[in-house]
């Protein structure tokens, strides 16, 4: 699983001031990124207990009257109702970080907040300072193996591309840490993360092997599939024509191919090339008998053709001219199709 971690400041909405068209934009931009997490099961979505207070503080709770009137100034095309449901299920689906992993009680200092990915924006001190913290928690989590260090992500606001938020921060009292009990007055923290503020970044950045396998149905699978097609480098400018038959997901299921990461990898690995017709050498005819000399299997216009997925499973496949039908995932030494 990966986690989007909400960096607090993301969440505040412009109501007036200079260039408010654009950080309303910035806003909505963070939003859709952020409603994309919330709808993936390979995703958890991570916030701190300090952003409540955070926003409360600053005064910049994204409340009904806030959000309505940044949109009549604006005149934005997006609702009101739209924007205050998606920031309601924000606030209540996010788990907070130490509530769910423990207390994480310290002090720092810390170097200024590199926050120069953020246009036009200055940013509060409580949002500075919570943001730090979040940052630490981060770093918290790497480290006592919560999470990987590459399925963590942070979602901030006005994010350049591959822009990483860092700290470098001492820790000058720490007291009921559970999260990360090693840390210690003294310690000094330098860590970086990953950080995103649109939804094309996002996509871009998810792991398909995940999406397949957290599935839970063929079409959540297939759209996992099309992600990948869609990332790989294509010649032409056709749309991949390409079907899934029953008996190919239920064979598939059967050997594991749709629960264990590695296969899965391998497996939609195999299907891509297919799809694109790339590594040609892995590819053979499927014959009727195990004669050299037997025709290929037919079925109308349909061609039989069987693919290495590795050195035990193979990847059986009809093909019509540019189209496929991916028929079924079997053993090296199984044959069927249909």
């Known amino acids: 699983m990966h986690a989007l971690v909400i960096d607090p400041y993301a969440l505040t909405c412009p109501d007036s001031g200079n260039d408010l068209s654009e950080r309303f934009d910035d ?5 859709t990124a952020l409603k994309y997490g919330l709808s993936q099961p390979w995703v958890h979505l991570l916030i701190s207990t300090g952003c409540d207070s955070a926003l409360a503080s600053e005064n910049a709770y994204p409340t009904w009257d806030r959000i309505n009137d940044a949109v009549r100034a604006v005149r934005s095309v997006h609702s009101t109702m739209d924007i205050n449901k998606l920031v309601v299920a924000l606030l209540t689906k996010a788990k907070r970080i130490e509530d769910r992993y423990g207390t994480f009680q310290i002090e720092w200092r810390a170097e200024p907040l590199d926050i120069s990915h953020i246009r036009n924006q200055h940013r509060p001190s409580a949002f500075v300072t919570e943001t730090e913290r ?11 193996r919560a999470f990987g260090a590459d399925r963590l992500i942070l979602i901030s606001r006005s994010v350049g591309p591959n822009y990483r938020a860092s700290i470098k921060a001492r820790v000058t009292n720490c007291k009921d840490n559970t999260i990360l009990p090693s840390l210690k007055p003294g310690a000094r923290i330098s860590f970086s993360i990953d950080c995103y503020g649109d939804r094309s970044s996002l996509e871009n950045r998810a792991d398909v092997v995940e999406i397949w396998i957290a599935g839970p149905g063929e079409d959540e699978r297939s759209r996992a599939l099309d992600e990948l097609i869609r990332r790989a480098p ?3 400018t056709s749309a991949p024509n390409y079907r899934c038959r029953r008996v190919f997901w239920e064979s598939a299921a059967a050997l594991g191919f749709l629960t264990e990461h590695g296969k899965a990898a391998k497996l939609l690995r195999a299907c891509v090339d297919t799809i694109l017709r790339r590594g040609l050498a892995a590819t053979h005819t499927l014959r009727t008998s195990a004669s050299g000399g037997a025709p290929q299997r037919t079925s109308g216009r349909l061609k039989a053709w069987r ?4 050195d035990q499973y193979r990847l059986h496949y009809w093909q019509d001219g540019e189209a496929v039908e991916l028929a079924r995932v079997v053993v090296h030494n199984d044959f069927r199709i249909n």
């Open 27 to 31: 806003f909505i931009q963070t939003l």
């Open 134 to 144: 979040t940052l630490l928690l981060c770093y918290a989590l790497i480290e006592s």
């Open 234 to 236: 294509q010649s032409g």
């Open 307 to 310: 693919r290495d997925i590795d």
